[in-house]
């Protein structure tokens, strides 16, 4: 990820939250501070959101994205590009417009959820899903539920960067780590191309580069 954004100062980043990517977002952010890395001049995009949840509410995903993120990174708050929080269709649409019209996300920053989902793609979804309000899985909640506490504190609904943007993405880093991830994660990279694991559709993306800890991809 050094890499891409030495070479593109000015990249638009599609960013996850959740654990995976948080060891990442440290190391970044370590590098910015020795002087190694400018990050300062990218335009950060915010992958999904709990529908309705406001910024300075706990559980919101962009308080998270601020936090762990933009700021380590020196990115000035102007240059972040939120989802339509609230999911209105027209809204929506007009996101994924504007980010068409600038170009596309040169860079997205993925992980993935215990059913295949990328971003809050829930299955199914096809691989031109745009940004829109949808329905959390089951699965989604209780994994979610890791974070918050309780599967109760997770809201029910939310907003993602649809799958036609994301797997648009000019370079996709996937990452994933952990044996929870094991079944799911060869589900994507081996398995059939479904929308029923949204994951799988990256099989058909341009540049996908996956980084796996041993657990995510060892034998049992
Ligand atoms: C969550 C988020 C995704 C995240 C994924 C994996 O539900 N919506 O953006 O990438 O699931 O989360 P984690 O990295 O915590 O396993």
Not at 69 to 95: K, M, Q
Not at 167 to 193: E, F, M, Q, W, Y
Request: hydrophobic share 40%; aromatic share 6%.
């Amino acid at each position: 990820m050094a890499g891409i954004l030495a070479e593109r100062p000015d990249a638009r980043v599609l960013v996850a939250t959740g654990s995976t990517p948080m060891g990442l977002y440290a190391e970044l952010a370590r590098r910015r501070a020795g002087g190694a890395l400018d990050p300062s001049r990218i335009t950060v995009y915010q992958l999904d959101e709990y529908a309705g949840i406001p910024p300075e509410d706990p559980r919101s995903l962009l308080g998270w994205l601020v936090r762990s993120f933009v700021e380590p990174l020196g990115i000035p708050l102007e240059r972040l590009v939120p989802v339509p929080r609230d999911g209105d269709p027209d809204a929506c649409a007009r996101y994924d417009l504007e980010v068409d019209r600038a170009g596309g996300y040169d860079l997205a920053i993925l992980g993935i959820g215990p059913n295949g989902h990328l971003g809050f793609n829930e299955p199914p979804s096809d691989a031109d899903a745009p940004t829109r309000l949808v329905e959390l899985a089951p699965e989604t909640i209780r994994a979610n539920a890791a974070y918050w506490g309780s599967p109760d504190l997770v809201p029910r609904r939310a907003v993602t960067v649809g799958m036609r943007g994301l797997l648009a993405a000019r370079t996709i880093l996937l990452l994933a780590s952990g044996a929870h991830k094991r079944d799911i994660v060869r589900r994507a990279l081996r398995g059939p191309v479904t929308p029923e694991v949204p994951a799988s559709l990256l099989q058909r993306a341009a540049d996908v580069r996956v980084f796996l800890d041993r657990d995510a991809w060892g034998e049992p």
